[in-house]
């Protein structure tokens, strides 16, 4: 498995503002990625965080607003910019490790009032 | 488009009983399949992980595989009040993704 911090765990935001989310992983992980998970829902996939070069996005998701750095293999952030109260959600970060397992980070919940 | 299906429930089940879920899957390439548990306000805890047709069982958990029929399915056996959670069935993809259902929310009535 895969110990997985993400900071903060929490946060109220006001619109127009931007919030950075870190994540951190115990040990070197090739590939991390960062879902969306509003209330109810199941998870959306927003971007591949790739280290060494950009992030790789889905549809629907553009780097302008979701901003993604990944400086080494065991740390990455995700920006969500200009907010609005849509972009209220948990956010996780989540790494592959072998046999395609996934293991996601306890979360951070984000309030945009 | 790849699709997991999962019904989404409540599924109610009377404790010590087995609950079943099942997950549907469309691309037939898929070679890995996942049981992820999500209790209400945490994140999801991957339970189990099969790759071959037939039933792999961990503890009260069985998943079981029919790569022919397409479709992945968990047994909880003597559920607990405890496993009353969402759980959401999970297919890699070919580019390193794994593509979830929605999810089935459990209900164990005590």
């Known amino acids: 498995s895969a110990v997985i911090s993400q900071k903060p765990s929490r946060d109220i935001c006001q619109r127009g503002t931007s919030l950075t989310i870190q994540c951190q992983v115990d040990?070197?992980?090739?590939?991390m990625f960062w879902y969306r998970q509003q209330p109810g829902q199941s998870l959306t996939l927003i971007a591949t965080?790739?280290?060494?070069?950009?992030?790789?996005?889905e549809s629907g998701f553009v780097i302008d607003k979701f901003p993604i750095s990944r400086p080494n293999l065991t740390f990455s952030t995700l920006t969500v910019s200009n907010m609005s109260p849509e972009d209220s959600s948990i956010y996780l970060c989540?790494?592959?490790?072998?046999?395609?397992?996934?293991?996601f980070g306890p979360g951070t919940r984000l309030t945009v009032t | 488009q790849k699709e997991v299906e999962q019904n989404s429930g409540p599924l109610s089940v009377p404790e010590g009983a087995i609950a079943s879920l099942n997950c549907t899957y469309s691309?037939?390439?898929?070679?890995?399949f996942f049981w992820y548990r999500q209790y209400s306000g945490k994140s999801p805890e991957l339970i189990m992980s099969?790759?071959?047709?037939g039933d792999k069982e961990d503890g009260r958990f069985t998943a079981q595989l029919n790569k022919a029929s397409q479709y992945v399915s968990l047994l909880i056996r003597d559920s607990q009040p405890s496993d009353s959670a969402t759980y959401l069935c999970?297919?890699?993809?070919?580019?390193?993704?794994?593509?979830f259902g929605k999810g089935t929310r459990l209900h164990i009535l005590p």
């Open positions: 989540s790494v592959l490790r072998a046999s395609y397992e996934q293991y």
């Open positions: 040990s070197q992980v090739t590939m």
């Open positions: 099969i790759y071959s047709n």
């Open positions: 691309d037939r390439g898929s070679q890995s």
């Open positions: 999970a297919v890699n993809s070919p580019d390193d993704k794994i593509i």
């Open positions: 965080a790739n280290q060494g070069s950009e992030a790789t996005y």
